[in-house]
């Protein structure tokens, strides 16, 4: 192969991905992402509806052996487990509760956010019933 050949495919651009579009058609596409402020908004309802009972959960393994082991309590390993994993499990229904409850209008909505789970559930299951886009 010649240098010719190795400059060529490498003078693509775009790591070598082929030929970019160029700017302009990027910018003529609507963006039908979720804005940077709703996800700001989103994770940080995740992070604390999903990291409390998360790190709860690992809490009451530790616990559970300190006290066991110290003879503080005696504490059948079932219930050990049941309380982690009912922990575990608030914490997966918190990573949905983070999602829907986060409002997308432009100010925050409340505190709790549980006036935006109707309205989030609505939204969801339209954007399903609707067809893809043609492109």
Do not use: C, H
Not at 52 to 73: C, E, N, R
Not at 90 to 112: C, K, M, Q, T
């Amino acid at each position: 192969m010649t240098a010719k050949g190795n400059k060529r495919t490498r003078s693509t651009g775009g790591g070598g991905l082929g030929p970019q579009p160029p700017a302009s058609l990027n910018k003529a596409r609507p963006q039908q992402g979720i804005p940077n402020y709703v996800a700001n908004r989103m994770a940080r309802r995740v992070v604390i509806a999903t990291g409390i009972p998360s790190v709860l959960g690992m809490t009451s393994f530790v616990a559970s052996y300190l006290l066991v082991s110290k003879g503080i309590l005696d504490i059948p390993p079932g219930v050990t487990l049941v309380t982690s994993g009912g922990f575990f499990l608030l914490g997966l229904v918190g990573l949905s509760y983070g999602v829907l409850s986060a409002s997308w209008e432009p100010g925050a909505g409340s505190l709790l956010g549980m006036e935006q789970i109707g309205v989030n559930i609505s939204r969801l299951r339209s954007s399903i019933k609707r067809p893809p886009a043609a492109s």
